[in-house]
């Protein structure tokens, strides 16, 4: 499986401000996928990123709040930006394997104050 | 993807197997059923999936009933550890996301 990791683990950020989220993995991958977790929910998809195109949003997400990059087959990074409390979330990264397991990252913890 | 329905808590004693049930009377004969655990505030751990048959590893097994309309997870010696919460997700084969219901809180109790 896929050994995946994020920075920062955590975060406390100010409202207005923007923060980048880094997702690295040990190999190359063909699908990253960032998720939103807030407080006592689920995970709910953000957007899908593939190396090369422009990265697919979910309903409810956009570009200009959650751009994302994708440079290389083994790296992504989210950024959340113009954050206000409702941002306060954990944010997850993961990869699909060959289309037949995803495996997730540890999870930024982030705070807006 | 097809939705599935879990409950929303179970307790379970320490050393007892947890069966942990998922109804999903919908899924297509192309979905797997794909179960992950959330151990509190760390990153969803995949735990096992399957299509048809029964499916086993080092961590649970997978009972898929004929009709595939529900599935037990089933965790053979709790432990402590595995107090979290579970999702049961059905998935179609190369599908690129996951859709987290809210899944089962799991408590090992000593």
């Known amino acids: 499986s896929a050994v995946i990791s994020q920075k920062p683990s955590r975060d406390i950020c100010q409202r207005g401000t923007s923060l980048t989220i880094q997702c690295q993995v040990d190999s190359q991958v063909t699908m990253m996928f960032w998720y939103r977790q807030q407080p006592g929910q689920s995970l709910t998809l953000i957007a899908t990123a593939n190396q090369g195109s422009e990265a697919t949003y979910e309903s409810g997400f956009v570009i200009d709040k959650f751009p994302i990059s994708r440079p290389n087959l083994t790296f992504s990074t989210l950024t959340v930006s113009n954050m206000s409390p409702e941002d306060s979330s954990i944010y997850l990264c993961?990869?699909?394997?060959?289309?037949?397991?995803?495996?997730f990252g540890p999870g930024t913890r982030l705070l807006v104050l | 993807d097809a939705k599935t329905t879990q409950p929303p808590s179970m307790d379970c004693a320490e050393g007892r197997a947890a069966n942990l049930p998922c109804n999903h009377s919908t899924i297509s004969g192309n979905e797997y059923v794909y179960w992950y655990r959330q151990i509190h505030s760390q990153g969803p751990q995949y735990i096992i999936h399957g299509l048809k048959n029964n499916e086993t590893n080092e961590m649970a097994s997978l009972i898929i009933t004929e009709d595939r309309k529900s599935s037990t997870l089933i965790l053979p010696h709790a432990t402590l550890r595995d107090t979290a919460v579970y999702y049961c997700i059905v998935r179609l084969q190369g599908a690129q996301k996951l859709v987290f219901g809210q899944g089962t809180r799991l408590t090992i109790n000593p």
């Open positions: 993961s990869t699909d394997q060959g289309g037949q397991t995803q495996y």
